[in-house]
């Protein structure tokens, strides 16, 4: 959301002002959602990026086959995570562990 506009008044009402466009709160996981990947696997109604906010180990994303030739390739989910910038103190990931299949993260980058 915006900040207020700017007070007339001087001192602590103007100060006020000027911390609320500096302070950043942390996200809302209600907030929070999967707006894009790399690609889905189009043969599992389970597999979704969505999932991948779901804690439930029923539902998952997977990435498409064939995307990553020779076990090689980068796959990715973004998220939106609220309309305005906000502080992540947090992030958790669930990999099966091997060998599940040759479909587990072996690195994990996160980029903002």
Same mark, same amino acid.
């Given at each position: 959301?915006?900040?207020?506009?700017?007070?007339?008044?001087?001192?602590?009402?103007? #100060?006020?002002?000027?911390?609320? $466009?500096?302070?950043? =709160?942390?996200?809302?996981?209600?907030?929070?959602?999967?707006?894009?990947?790399?690609?889905?696997?189009? =043969?599992?109604?389970?597999?979704?990026?969505? =999932?991948?906010?779901?804690?439930?180990?029923?539902?998952?994303?997977?990435?498409?086959?064939?995307?990553?030739?020779?076990? =090689?390739?980068?796959?990715?989910?973004? $998220?939106? #995570?609220?309309?305005?910038? #906000?502080?992540?103190?947090?992030?958790?990931?669930?990999?099966?562990?091997?060998?599940?299949?040759?479909?587990?993260?072996?690195?994990? $980058?996160?980029?903002?």
């Amino acid at each position: 959301p915006r900040a207020p506009p700017l007070p007339r008044a001087c001192g602590s009402e103007l #100060v006020d002002c000027v911390l609320s $466009y500096l302070l950043l =709160h942390p996200v809302q996981m209600e907030c929070v959602r999967a707006v894009a990947a790399s690609s889905c696997a189009d =043969h599992d109604r389970r597999s979704d990026p969505a =999932h991948t906010l779901d804690p439930s180990p029923a539902n998952w994303w997977i990435s498409d086959s064939g995307s990553m030739p020779g076990g =090689h390739g980068q796959q990715w989910v973004e $998220y939106e #995570v609220g309309p305005c910038p #906000v502080v992540i103190l947090v992030v958790h990931l669930t990999i099966p562990p091997l060998p599940s299949g040759p479909l587990s993260v072996r690195r994990f $980058y996160f980029e903002a």
